[in-house]
């Protein structure tokens, strides 16, 4: 297995060809840098004039030219193989590469009809670009053709492969930039080499791009020996092509022939593996295409080189507008492109310019897999009722509500094997969806042994210790139309936090466009949660993925917390329903107390709050107290509580609410979900004190409260950042959020409860001290705390 | 270039060297697997009984063995060589086997004088393991020697990287698991090969252990081919050393030889860098072991295989307590290490299993770079008070503030050239910290350009794309007793949100561990922030980052929103001398206005909170309102609402309050630096309206005020999750955080302003839509408006 130099000589282009490429790479070139610095005069048709020049100059011109280099040669060979073909560009923030190819395509003016394909819609086309009011200088979801955000590095090829998951006929084209390689998502990304089948799925195409330079600094990948290279990127389990130079007449003829052996590659791997029995992982094709920084712009600025460096990242002539020899360099460079050649004096490509491209669902810009919601099918799903535990009384059998999951997505999978999966880091068996096995496989395609379980080539369980894998593949998969479903332990979500903010933005973006169609939810099963990570300790502590999804808008995020199994597939089918959101499902997987039937859960989440009667004992009248909670533990311990005021203050008037969405909680004003102050006070009143015993860091409760009327009385208990390695009782002491400490709360917040309150409250304070001993003395908890069930039956 | 297959005969190990290194590894597999299952009888003194079994079997065995493996032979190579080595277990879920081989060395007892180094002490060590009120399951805080928790996965290659900086007599050993070696942060971490210096740094000599499985799939590079694996290790840099098998007899030679060879090859770097005068970028070796999972554990458990599967991940024989065959099958898997052979009668380690190891400092257990705070020294600080700006009157002059910043780092790192480095991902220049590079370099390995800017292979500036290793380098250089600073756009340290989650948690845990000594504080630089992102557009805006800090403990973490240059100065020295903390600076880079001069700055960042009385028109009686604010770009709109305010309502009352430390609108109950109730209300008042502007998500404020007197008069303006690519002044009004809009509010909310507030209500509004056409027609904000100065001089 040898590393290919392509070779001009092996593809045999006509001149036409030829030029046409070139035409094509030029008018997007010309392109690219008018939508930098132009704001009138888009043509040329007269000298250049200061006016003619944007006042603020923005935009990253060092990357756009090899984007747009890619771009012409993937489209010949798009038409001349009639691919199916869409690209991801890495280095997103060449934005204007994107737009001009878009725009040189007709798809730019077929969704933004003022930006005609003519002089003047060129000239909107240069003045929006980083305008206010216009567009994003970086590729956006304003972008026809794009899955792919140019803004934070590192995921451009996680989403490739996302695309290409069951999409056998898609070949995804992912530009790498240097720099853009240099981060952790993208290092670990090359791997999904072994995860993608050449049955089921797609192609990726990794062209990586070394232009030399970041910012400021080289690019580690541009400056390793070439052996070194090439022996990490088969390391990675690729073959790559190398194509080098600057020279554009002969980097076309290595291009051409590069793209030419790696489609040719792909279809040969395609060929073994789907009509001639082959087995195992191929050596997948790809390129790397070593071209300067700013090809073709300014050599030098003012006596310092520009091409080919550091100085080429953004703005090359920055001084345009102040400076006639700065402007006279950038007519100069314009009109190297030869636009009279490219545009004709309406403004519209020439024939020659678009002698090669695809047309209609092929173009790049246009195709269907780039605006997921067009291919999206609803899933087909399973009566979720069907799954349901029964429950003859509230609080009395125990069930692992993940596991009960695990059935209903059993199915689901099934019903639908070619548009849902599932992402996790290694825990979909420990987090008990285990009977997914019996549906699908783990994805894999590298080496197996016989002591390796439910592996499988066409698997549909994504299984790799990268967060940053799970949640890119999910989201290329998402964008492309399909479902999916990510599990994974909470504190570790985190990880992410950044990739979901960054994916959270994209729908807040694309609800206000109106050619980009609805696609599928981002569902997170957050099991292994904060209070069962008692076993491995502090650092698995950490409930704080919640406050960072409350930060985006109220429009596209859901939160979750259902306390037992039924009301876990009520929220489940819910959540797999649902368009264009980021779903949040905080769930266990330790057998927990089923509270609802499935005829009482389904209202209950339709309603997403509610107080349980037959816990209460306010007989509907004003309750002395509520007792409010969120999380499938701190039910538990609330309703422990409530058992423990039961026996000690007969005569007290609880009242008990779960909340299941916690959007509910915000007013109607600030979330679509958000209840109404009316409502919100008949549930929690006005003036009683609440004590609300909820699932993560308490501060969350308050500011999503802090508007109510009765605000100042809801006292929180939450996670206060302590733990250790202990038990699952420990846990909640250590956190002041066990039934003892709820009830000492009650008892210090309702006036009137006489004499014996002191007395109760001490015995509550020896309880807590007692659990504790037993748990050092027996290294478990009681069992009488740990088996604890309701015992009042329904009322 | 060849990888090197390791072979016996290279190093003649005596029968009792062979014989010392087996014993202490069976030690350390017997005190291993101890651990995870005994709670009495620990030396086996008489047949095992389940009442000798802890009622909960916690802890991962999988990889305890080839912890232990790599520990026995490090240290004969310790001793052999009087090395001065650490040791990072990057698989840290092996706590036992780091808790066992730290009780062998002795260090354990000395630390925990309770837990000796006998039969009694070896009990508690056994009852104490994933115990309640005992220590956690994993590598930990607590754990002498440890600098790498083993909680989260992926950051153990850049800790250890970290700890090498400008160490150059130590070499950091580093075990990676194949689990881990799936993350991002790590497969990008390799690259770290081009950043260390064999001058001035230690060596980093990674151990990748492939022991097959994860948790319950197998791990992608124990599935490649060989020869794969062995061009992708190559590719990162290293010349790799094979070691591979399961009889422990030739694994011992093995290893032996391959960690001679290693141990030799630094040696040779380090002798042709320092004294030979080679340059260029050494190929590092490194070590593949290649090993069974559960190593020497039960082969099988009823019938099916375990030791070499995921089925030896965590407790391989689980039904001890309960199952005679299984208690049966741990007493013989116990009895196999012949702990009669390891331990005399007292329990003491014989002197057979004594014979290797180092002693004193040499111990890896208790060499004081992993207790970084024993080696830490106070840096030598410039008097930050001489790079002050010079400031006449406030509000008139403009400087850029991190360019007054970088001057003074510059005389930072020239003053401590060996103990204090800035990170970031390539942004020191464009945050306009470039002073520092009078200094120092960015440090650079790899191959050097004619174009190339200020690289060097002893830089102290480390810049790559990847926050991960940013901040994992970071964390290893403060964790072995050195300073620095890293700095990053605003919106993307969110990508390492998870990791400084972990490093919170290790010093709110450190602070309860009287061994442990305080290192310095981890200092963020956040520039480039989200209200001056108007040119890079959405994804580039998200000040979230400060609630995610704000869930950790009050007692670590800081948050800083200096103004202005000289607040930043003054803001930064009180960074840079603190021990223990996490602070976060929000500084500007853009030309800002300087509102306090170095005399009033000191003060102000002192109290951290304060009245600013010459923007005041309260004359220190009670305000009509109360304008707030904190932030650069806040402070900027406040100051002009309040000069707005001046003009229209010359009789209002405004009291104008700046806020540095956001700490200080906490209660003093919740944060040490929290304001008593008393101060706050004399500030803010109980019962005036409140405008307040802040620099990130509004919530967060009414998170830190809600239990204050007056919260419910506190009106929030910040960050409402709206933006694009625009200017920096309709980034403001798009989060109605503009001077206009405050305007508004305080007209909105302040009664008795009389007949003109609707007129001047309208006319702010007008304002706003003027602004905004100003800014669409030209393409930049109103000059009057981003020209603003503050006309009234000092008061």
Redesign the interface.
């Known amino acids: 297995m040898q590393p290919a130099e392509a070779s001009e000589g092996r593809v045999m282009l006509t001149d036409d060809e030829l030029g046409a490429i070139d035409a094509w790479w030029r008018a997007a070139n010309y392109l690219s840098a008018g939508q930098i610095y132009l704001?009138a005069n888009p043509l040329l048709r007269r000298p250049l004039d200061r006016e003619d020049i944007?006042?603020?100059l923005?935009g990253h011109w060092g990357t756009s030219p090899g984007l747009n280099f890619c771009y012409a040669h993937l489209n010949r060979v798009i038409a001349a193989h009639d691919l199916d073909m869409i690209y991801v560009l890495g280095p997103g923030?060449g934005g204007p590469a994107a737009v001009a190819n878009a725009w040189l395509e007709g798809t730019y003016s077929e969704v933004y009809p003022h930006v005609s394909q003519d002089a003047a819609g060129m000239e909107r086309l240069f003045r929006q670009f980083?305008?206010?009011?216009?567009?994003?200088?970086?590729v956006?979801p304003e972008t026809p053709g794009s899955i792919h955000?140019?803004?934070?590095?590192?995921y451009s090829l996680a989403h490739a492969y996302g695309a290409a998951f069951d999409n056998p006929d898609l070949i995804v084209a992912c530009v790498v930039g240097d720099?853009?390689a240099?981060?952790?998502?993208?290092?670990?990304?090359?791997?999904s080499t072994?995860f993608i089948d050449p049955v089921g799925d797609g192609a990726v195409l990794p062209i990586l791009h070394l232009n030399?330079y970041?910012?400021?600094?080289?690019?580690?990948l541009a400056?390793?020996?070439e052996e070194?290279?090439?022996?990490?990127?088969?390391?990675?389990?690729h073959r790559p092509i190398l194509v080098s130079g600057d020279d554009p007449a002969k980097m076309h003829g290595l291009m051409a022939a590069a793209l030419d052996e790696a489609i040719e590659e792909i279809s040969e791997i395609r060929r073994q593996a789907r009509h001639a029995g082959a087995t195992g992982r191929p050596r997948w094709p790809m390129i790397v295409l070593r071209t300067p920084k700013g090809w073709t712009g300014p050599k030098e600025v003012d006596g310092l080189?520009v091409e080919?460096?550091?100085r080429a990242h953004q703005v090359p002539l920055a001084g345009v507008r102040e400076n006639p020899a700065h402007l006279a360099q950038l007519e100069a460079w314009l009109a190297s492109y030869r636009p009279e050649e490219l545009f004709d004096t309406d403004g519209r490509p020439r024939t020659g310019v678009l002698a090669t491209p695809p047309a209609g669902d092929r173009r790049m810009s246009a195709n269907p897999h780039a605006n997921g919601g067009l291919l999206l099918r609803d899933l087909e799903l399973p009566g979720f009722r069907t799954y349901a535990v029964e429950v003859d009384a509230p609080g009395t059998t125990s069930t692992e509500p993940t596991r009960v999951l695990g059935a209903y997505l059993r199915d689901v999978i099934a019903a639908n094997p070619d548009s849902f999966r599932i992402t996790g880091p290694?825990?979909?068996?420990?987090n008990r969806l285990s009977a997914v096995f019996e549906a699908t496989d783990?994805a894999?395609q590298?080496?197996?042994?016989a002591?390796?379980?439910h592996?499988g080539p066409h698997g549909h369980v994504m299984?790799?210790?990268?967060?940053?894998?799970c949640q890119g593949w999910l989201e290329g998969y998402l964008l492309t139309g399909r479902h999916g479903l990510f599990n994974s332990y909470e504190?570790?979500i985190?990880?992410v936090?950044?990739m979901f903010?960054?994916h959270a933005?994209w729908l807040?973006?694309t609800r206000k466009i109106p050619w980009r169609r609805p696609v599928a939810s981002l569902n997170y099963l957050l099991s292994s949660h904060v209070w069962r990570q008692d076993?491995?300790?502090?650092?698995?502590q950490?409930p704080?993925f919640l406050?960072?999804v409350?930060?985006?808008?109220p429009e596209i995020v859901r939160v979750y917390l259902p306390p037992d199994a039924n009301t876990l597939l009520s929220v489940a089918d819910h959540c797999l329903r649902s368009r264009d959101y980021v779903n949040v499902i905080v769930a266990g997987k330790q057998p927990a107390l089923d509270w609802l039937s499935m005829d009482e859960a389904v209202p209950h989440c339709t309603r997403g709050i509610g107080i349980w009667d037959w816990a209460s004992t306010d007989d509907g009248t004003e309750p002395d107290v509520v007792l409010a909670c969120a999380g499938d533990i701190t039910t538990l311990e609330t309703l422990a509580a409530a058992d423990l005021l039961r026996r000690h203050f007969p005569d007290l008037r609880v009242r008990v609410i779960n909340v299941v969405d916690l959007m509910r909680l915000q007013p109607d004003t600030e979330h679509p979900h958000g209840l109404p102050d009316a409502e919100f006070d008949a549930l929690f009143t006005t003036d009683r004190p609440v004590i609300f015993a909820f699932h993560g860091?308490p501060?969350l409760i308050?500011?999503l409260t802090?508007r109510r009327n009765g605000?100042h009385n809801i006292h929180v208990r939450g996670y206060k950042?302590e733990g250790?390695?202990?038990?699952p009782f420990?846990m909640v002491m250590l956190n002041d959020l066990d039934r003892f400490h709820l009830v000492m709360d009650v008892i210090d917040r309702v006036p009137g409860l006489g004499s014996r309150a002191a007395g109760v409250r001490q015995r509550m304070a020896d309880a807590r001290l007692r659990a504790?001993a037993h748990?050092?003395e027996?290294?478990?908890d009681d069992p009488e705390i740990s088996g604890w069930t309701w015992p009042h039956g329904e009322r």
């Open positions: 704001r944007k006042p603020r923005l923030h980083s305008y206010p009011g216009g567009i994003p200088s970086h956006a955000e140019g803004g934070e590095l590192g720099g853009e240099e981060t952790g998502p993208l290092a670990t990304s090359w791997h072994k030399g970041k910012i400021a600094n080289p690019a580690v400056r390793i020996p070194e290279l090439v022996a990490l990127l088969e390391g990675y389990g080189p080919g460096t550091w290694d825990e979909t068996a420990s783990r894999w590298a080496e197996t042994l002591t390796d379980d592996l299984e790799v210790l990268s967060e940053h894998l504190a570790f985190h990880i936090d950044a903010n960054q933005k807040e973006t076993h491995n300790g502090f650092t698995h950490d704080g406050d960072v409350m930060n985006k808008k860091y501060y308050h500011r802090y605000h950042e250790t390695t202990t038990t420990d504790r748990t050092r027996h290294g478990e």
